[in-house]
Antibody, heavy 123, light 110 residues
Framework: QLQLQESGPGLVKPSETLSLTCTVS??????????WGWIRQPPGKGLEWIGS???????YYNPSLKSRVTISVDTSKNQFSLKLSSVTAADTAVYYC???????????????WGQGTLVTVSS | QSVLTQPPSVSAAPGQKVTISCSGS????????VSWYQQLPGTAPKLLIY???KRPSGIPDRFSGSKSGTSATLGITGLQTGDEADYYC???????????FGGGTQLTVL
């Protein structure tokens, strides 16, 4: 059974870089047809897709965050990572990693999801 | 403001049926598959419906999905108190080259 687990600091200072890693177990990150992505949810609000990466390194990013986001993949460790730079309080959210199914160069759905990790931006 | 529009809340009595709408445009719902997610309080979202109307293994047939033009609908029959959750629709937006979600709908089973 495929499982995803987020890890990283729960507290980041304003203007610094948020860094999270997602570890995939029970399956290979190098599987075809799947993108590996990050989705966040501010407290009490809805879901916002951040971006996704294919095992080859091909990426899609949310246009509204693209200038601050970098997603990378390490197939040897079966992990992928998120870096979000110049964070502010507005980036405080639960960050989820999730596998995305890709049919024809689009991401159709996300499953499974990690349990999520709360990241607070505060000095 | 979300690209996809959902009602903020819906409610119905146990055993009844409820529908949740998701409205978009030709660049997203109109030309791509729709998925639906259930988020129980304090937990991660779970895939309920994919490819407009397909259910993953383990999802009961009380949950159904449909799509017409630029709108999609999630239906839940035989409502149970355990169905109380937030429900989100999602799809791909070809103009943005981005995955997009609706703002979410809170279901209350009275």
């Amino acid at each position: 059974q495929l499982q995803l687990q987020e890890s990283g600091p729960g507290l980041v200072k304003p203007s610094e870089t948020l860094s999270l890693t997602c570890t995939v177990s029970g399956g290979s990150i190098s599987s075809s047809s799947y993108y590996w992505g990050w989705i966040r949810q501010p407290p009490g609000k809805g879901l916002e897709w951040i971006g996704s990466i294919y095992y080859s390194g091909s990426t899609y990013y949310n246009p509204s965050l693209k200038s601050r986001v970098t997603i990378s993949v390490d197939t040897s460790k079966n992990q992928f990572s998120l870096k979000l730079s110049s964070v502010t309080a507005a980036d405080t959210a639960v960050y989820y990693c999730a596998r995305g199914y890709s049919g024809y160069d689009v991401i159709d759905w996300f499953d499974p999801w990690g349990q999520g990790t709360l990241v607070t931006v505060s000095s | 403001q979300s690209v996809l529009t959902q009602p903020p809340s819906v409610s119905a009595a146990p055993g009844q049926k409820v529908t949740i709408s998701c409205s978009g445009s030709s660049s997203n719902i109109g030309n791509n598959y729709v998925s639906w997610y259930q988020q129980l309080p304090g937990t991660a979202p779970k895939l309920l419906i994919y490819d407009n109307n397909k259910r993953p293994s383990g999802i009961p047939d009380r949950f159904s999905g449909s799509k017409s033009g630029t709108s999609a609908t999630l239906g839940i029959t035989g409502l149970q108190t355990g169905d109380e959750a937030d429900y989100y629709c999602g799809t791909w937006d070809s103009s943005l080259s981005a995955a997009v979600f609706g703002g979410g709908t809170q279901l209350t089973v009275l």
